[in-house]
């Protein structure tokens, strides 16, 4: 069902109604029951994803007649702005895509977001590493479960890079990086491209330079306040490489008005080298380019995001511990159904087709592509796994995040006051 339609046009919702009739008499009592309907939220995802949440939902419903599962998708943008509306309406979705941290914080202390954290005691919990668990965890409470582990890194078309003499495994540090651009440049090829209209995309340069400069703990000691705390010397130097970087012309013409799905179809076309993007990119990338294959397998890789000399981070990933969260009032089958999706079982196969690379212990096994075997090696070898910080931070904060990136990518303001910004949004979240 189309998402707009159900959830701001006037459809009647049914919503977890298990209702009990009861008529006490000489002939005793009677009880029915009503079907139960879970609506689930999720950002817009590749048709081979929606694929198998279809035959997730068909194996659920067949154990379990009663219930109808329905899962709807909006866009990446659309699906932030509107699901804090979406929340305090009548057409709440029962079970909605979060990406953990302050973001998650903000429903939960609205109200919208139902405890989880017994339902997690019966073995549920044990299923995931804690890291994963913990991305859910607020002051004690579980308020989600995690679906997938997320990397940001460079997507390259080998064909590309070879054809510049650039080789991508001597991209180790970001002075190689910068290397690779002026190489690629020179040989008339658009070294990255970047969907810096959506804005999130060119957080991933500022979000992942910063974490690789000051780490996670230096980025939980900004939001304490200490040592400066967004205002330290580590973010504006983010800033400062990321504006040193934008100099050498890294990016196709018009970057600034090209949305996410359109970069991602113009790697797959092609267009660029390198797209710093991620893990999840490898079949939307396919599937949104004009012949349908996106860059062939062969000519594919994906790379760790470069180090930073002396970074307290280099040895810590970027990117997202995706899952989802339940809303309150939803009933017991919207957690049944939850726990379902999440099990061992059904990621195993999302590992197997390729999907994204899941969380539940052993999933991983199944994993087979390279591209996701290469992401959890990342994930094996990171002692820290930074969430973006777009989320970490909150939505009014990661908007303003969001905004400096690219503020900082167009010259238009100074790494300071880019710092100056991000404090400010902080203290008056």
């Known amino acids: 069902m189309n998402a707009l339609r159900q959830f701001t046009g006037g459809h009647s919702r049914r919503r977890c109604l298990v209702a009990a009739i009861a008529a006490v008499s000489a002939l005793g009592s009677i009880a029915a029951a009503a079907d139960t309907t879970v609506q689930v939220l999720r950002v817009e995802v590749s048709d081979a994803e929606k694929q198998y949440y279809d035959e997730v939902v068909a194996d659920y419903e067949a154990q379990h007649p009663e219930v109808n599962v329905e899962f709807d998708y909006i866009a990446n943008e659309a699906y932030k702005t509107r699901l804090p509306t979406l929340l305090q309406?009548?057409?709440?979705?029962?079970?909605?895509?979060?990406?953990?941290?302050?973001?998650?914080?903000?429903?939960?202390?609205?109200?919208?977001?139902?405890?989880?954290?017994?339902?997690?005691?019966?073995?549920?919990?044990?299923?995931?590493?804690?890291?994963?668990?913990?991305?859910?965890?607020?002051?004690?409470?579980?308020?989600?479960a995690p679906l997938y582990a997320t990397v940001v890194g460079f997507w390259v078309n080998t064909a590309l890079t070879e054809q510049a003499g650039v080789d991508i495994d001597e991209i180790e540090t970001w002075q190689d990086l910068e290397s690779a651009v002026v190489a690629l440049r020179e040989q008339g090829i658009t070294p990255a491209v970047v969907g810096a209209k959506d804005g999130w995309p060119m957080h991933f340069y500022w979000g992942y330079l910063a974490t690789r400069l000051v780490g996670g703990d230096g980025i939980e000691a900004a939001k304490a306040g200490d040592d400066g705390g967004f205002t330290n010397e580590s973010f504006i130097r983010a800033g400062e490489m990321l504006q040193e970087f934008a100099e050498l012309e890294p990016f196709q013409s018009g970057f600034m008005s090209t949305t996410y799905e359109r970069a991602s179809a113009m790697f797959g076309d092609g267009e660029a080298a390198l797209h710093l993007m991620g893990d999840w990119d490898y079949i939307p990338s396919k599937e949104r380019s004009m012949s349908g294959e996106g860059v062939p397998d062969e000519d594919l890789e994906f790379i760790r995001f470069p180090n930073v000399e002396g970074g307290a981070g280099n040895d810590h990933s970027f990117g997202g511990m995706n899952g989802f969260a339940v809303t309150e009032g939803a009933s017991d089958e919207a957690v049944d159904f939850l726990r379902f999706l999440l099990n061992e079982e059904n990621q195993r196969k999302a590992a197997k087709r390729g999907i994204f690379v899941p969380v539940a212990k052993g999933s991983e096994e199944a994993l087979a592509t390279p591209y996701a075997r290469k992401v959890a090696e990342i994930l094996a070898n990171s002692t820290f796994h930074q969430v973006f910080l777009d989320q970490a931070l909150g939505t009014s904060v990661g908007a303003t995040v969001n905004n400096i990136s690219t503020d900082l990518a167009q010259g238009v303001i100074t790494p300071e006051e880019a710092v100056d910004r991000v404090a400010e949004a902080w203290q008056f979240r």
């Open 89 to 144: 309406s009548e057409q709440r979705p029962d079970i909605f895509y979060s990406w953990g941290g302050e973001g998650l914080r903000d429903k939960v202390e609205a109200g919208f977001v139902r405890d989880l954290t017994e339902p997690m005691k019966d073995g549920w919990k044990e299923l995931y590493p804690e890291s994963a668990v913990s991305t859910f965890t607020l002051d004690g409470r579980i308020y989600g």
